[in-house]
């Protein structure tokens, strides 16, 4: 008898949007004449910055010619990209990564998903709560967790974030061997200092834990004190895996690049304690499993690095970053605390209600849709996540008619 893997079963359905979706159609349904704005779901609307579009067509020509076209590339990222990213993510910055500790893939998402199965089933593994959801899903799939109860697993180690420590968790209470942070965060757009990072990077290497760095959402920091990178923390090589994506930058969800960096310093342990470098074992896992990113996206990718690459990439960011700035303006200006939104595309507003409340009142009364916090964690109960990723337009209309809705 074929049997399933049980630990499937322990997951939550795909309440958050699947549950959104419902509530919105249901409206819908209601309201044929009232269209909806969407404020929720973390999906780009700008079209991809011209330099990569030339980029990518003329990567397209070069695979319709039998002397240009290309096949199997390399699994880890062709070396044009992989320097790219190096010089300009990095080198730039002052943080000492090579192009070959860089792996190009087609996804954050799969990244940060796939990188737990290198590592031991009784790792203890320090999640966030509030949580982008993969990071724990992930782990419940491979069976690190027990039951759900109450919002929460057995056996995950969840480092709480709310309004005392800014959304910032405080070390872990008890020992872990490996640490998910996100920053600037999904969902609540915190941000955390270099000096604050430091203590993560000390608590990893005191520990011999590793840090798992989500910087999905670097290019929104407006803010020059802030890291962008894990790598620009001494001692960060030793203990920290960095996950960054083209998604948001620059608008590749549709089209999809990413890329993890492993430093080769960077060693894991045997039971009895022998050391091994994950970048081995990354690389192994990754060229097992991963046939590599099409040729014209890492062409087009690389695009992002040329002079008119960044000025274009520079203001597609700058474009969500106003509609941000608006949203935090108005939602103050209705009472609401908040944070995000300086440094990041999405704005964490506190509702003074629960969080599903405030999502039907919203949708109700003013017909815009966002995120209930609750759908991030115990932790996000009481706020919600507004996106700054919609037209200018859009958002205008949002704000007004929230105004109009929370004020009567
Ligand atoms: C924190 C975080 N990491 C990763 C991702 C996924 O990125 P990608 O599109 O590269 O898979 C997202 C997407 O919303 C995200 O919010």
């Known amino acids: 008898m074929i049997q399933i893997n049980a630990h499937y079963l322990k997951l939550k359905a795909s309440y958050l949007f699947s549950e959104i979706a ?39 020509d070069e695979m319709a010619e039998d002397r240009s076209f290309r096949g199997y ?37 799969c990244d940060t998903g796939n990188i737990q199965e290198i590592f031991d089933i009784n790792t203890r593994i320090a999640i966030p709560d509030p949580v982008y959801p993969a990071y724990l899903d992930t782990n419940v799939m491979a069976g690190r967790t027990g039951a759900y109860h109450d919002g929460r697993y ?24 490996l640490i998910y942070l996100c920053f600037p965060n999904n969902p609540t757009g915190a941000t955390i200092t270099k000096d604050q990072l430091k203590q993560w990077v000390d608590y990893a290497a005191a520990n011999k834990a590793i840090i798992l760095f989500d910087a999905a959402y670097e290019a929104f920091i407006r803010d020059d004190s802030l ?20 998604s948001k930058t620059a608008g590749f969800t549709g089209t999809r690049c990413a890329y993890t960096v492993v430093p080769k310093s960077l060693m894991a ?29 890492q062409r087009a990718a690389e695009a992002v690095y040329s002079t008119a690459g960044k000025a274009q990439m520079q203001e597609l960011v700058n474009y969500y970053m106003e509609n941000a700035a608006l949203i935090r303006k108005e939602m103050q200006a209705l009472g609401h605390t908040l944070i995000g939104g300086e440094n990041s595309p999405y704005i ?52 007004s008619r929230i105004r109009q809705a929370l004020k009567s």
């Open 22 to 60: 419902k509530r919105v159609e249901a409206y819908q349904q209601q309201h044929p004449d009232a269209p909806v704005i969407r404020l929720g779901i973390g999906d780009v609307t700008r079209a991809l910055p011209d330099a990569c579009i030339h980029a990518f067509h003329q990567a397209i």
């Open 73 to 109: 590339g390399p699994e880890e990222g062709y070396a044009f990209l992989r320097e790219a990213i190096a010089e300009n993510d990095f080198k730039a910055r002052g943080a000492d990564i090579g192009a070959d500790e860089i792996f190009v893939s087609d996804g954050a998402k």
């Open 154 to 177: 057995e056996g995950i180690v969840y480092l709480n974030g709310n309004a005392e420590n800014g959304f910032i968790p405080d070390l872990p209470a008890e020992p872990v061997d």
């Open 227 to 246: 890291p962008h990178s894990i790598y620009e923390i001494d001692g960060a090589r030793d203990v920290a895996i960095e996950f960054r994506s083209f």
């Open 269 to 297: 342990y045997t039971a009895t304690g022998e050391a091994h470098s994950v970048h081995g074992l990354w690389n192994r896992r990754h060229s097992t499993k991963f046939n590599g990113v099409s040729y014209p996206v």
């Open 348 to 399: 964490w507003v506190a509702t003074g209600a629960d969080s599903w409340s405030f999502f039907d009142m919203l949708l109700e009364n003013a017909g815009v849709v966002c995120t209930p916090g609750a759908g991030f964690g115990t932790c996000g109960e009481g706020y919600i996540r507004i996106s700054a990723f919609n037209s200018h337009e859009n958002v205008t209309a949002a704000m």
